[in-house]
T-cell receptor
Framework: KQEVTQIPAALSVPEGENLVLNCSFT??????LQWFRQDPGKGLTSLLL?????REQTSGRLNASLDKSSGRSTLYIAASQPGDSATYLC??????????FGAGTRLFVKA | KAGVTQTPRYLIKTRGQQVTLSCSPI?????VSWYQQTPGQGLQFLFE???????NKGNFPGRFSGRQFSNSRSEMNVSTLELGDSALYLC?????????????FGSGTQLSVL
C-alpha cells in the first residue's frame, strides 16, 4: 500500500531564503508525482507535475526533482516571498490510477 | 476557460441527514475524482468517475456514493451524516484520468455536521 510522507510538517523562514521541501513514498511503481499548493480553506493549485520517466521540472522559482528508485522528491523554492506562505502537498499516482497525498508542509515566510 | 466548479461552497447539516455535493469539471474533462480533507486524516481519495462509470473507489463506507452525468458533471452523496463527516470535500478533474495527466481541483465544499 502506497504511503506518502512529507517532511518537515511545518517550516518558518525569513523572506528571501531558499528552501527545500521533502516528499517520500514507499512504492516506487508510480506514474507521476505532482506538487500542489493549498491556501487555507481553499482548493489545491497544481505547481509541477513530474512523470515517472523524468528527473525534474522547473517553473519560475520552483524546481521539483524525482528519484523514483529511492522513493523521494524535493521541491526547491528560490528566494522565498511572503506570498509563498501556504501548505504544500505532494501526491503520487500509482497502480489503479489512484492519487495518494502526503499530509503536507505548512510554510510561513516572514516579511 | 472556467475551472472546476463546486457547489455549494459551505453546508451545515445535522447528524442523520443526507447531503449532495456538486462538481462541474473543466470543459472537455471526462474524469472526475472526489477527495475528503480533514485535519486529522489529510486528503483521502473517495472515488473516481469516467464516462458515467465509477472506475476507482477508496476505503469509505457505503454511505458515501457518487454518480456522473453524461455532461461529465458529478455529484456525491453522503447519507446518514455523522459528526466525523465534517470536512472539506474536493473534486478534481482531468481529461482521461490517465497516468500522465495533471489534476485540477475545485475550491471545495466545506461541510459541517452538527
Amino acid at each position: 500500500k502506497q504511503e506518502v510522507t512529507q517532511i518537515p510538517a511545518a517550516l518558518s523562514v525569513p523572506e528571501g531564503e531558499n528552501l527545500v521541501l521533502n516528499c517520500s513514498f514507499t512504492d516506487s511503481a508510480i506514474y507521476n508525482l505532482q506538487w500542489f499548493r493549498q491556501d487555507p480553506g481553499k482548493g489545491l493549485t497544481s505547481l509541477l507535475l513530474i512523470q515517472s520517466s523524468q528527473r525534474e521540472q522547473t517553473s519560475g522559482r520552483l524546481n521539483a526533482s524525482l528519484d523514483k528508485s529511492s522513493g523521494r522528491s524535493t521541491l526547491y523554492i528560490a528566494a522565498s516571498q511572503p506570498g509563498d506562505s501556504a501548505t504544500y502537498l505532494c501526491a503520487v499516482k500509482g497502480g489503479g490510477f489512484k492519487t495518494i497525498f502526503g499530509a503536507g508542509t505548512r510554510l510561513f515566510v516572514k516579511a | 476557460k472556467a475551472g472546476v466548479t463546486q457547489t455549494p461552497r459551505y453546508l451545515i447539516k445535522t447528524r442523520g441527514q443526507q447531503v449532495t455535493l456538486s462538481c462541474s469539471p473543466i470543459s472537455g474533462h471526462r474524469s472526475v475524482s472526489w477527495y475528503q480533507q480533514t485535519p486529522g486524516q489529510g486528503l483521502q481519495f473517495l472515488f473516481e468517475y469516467f464516462s458515467e462509470t465509477q472506475r476507482n473507489k477508496g476505503n469509505f463506507p457505503g454511505r458515501f456514493s457518487g454518480r456522473q452525468f453524461s455532461n461529465s458533471r458529478s455529484e456525491m452523496n453522503v447519507s446518514t451524516l455523522e459528526l466525523g463527516d465534517s470536512a472539506l470535500y474536493l473534486c478534481a478533474s482531468s481529461f482521461w484520468g490517465a497516468r500522465d495527466e495533471k489534476l485540477f481541483f475545485g475550491s471545495g465544499t466545506q461541510l459541517s455536521v452538527l
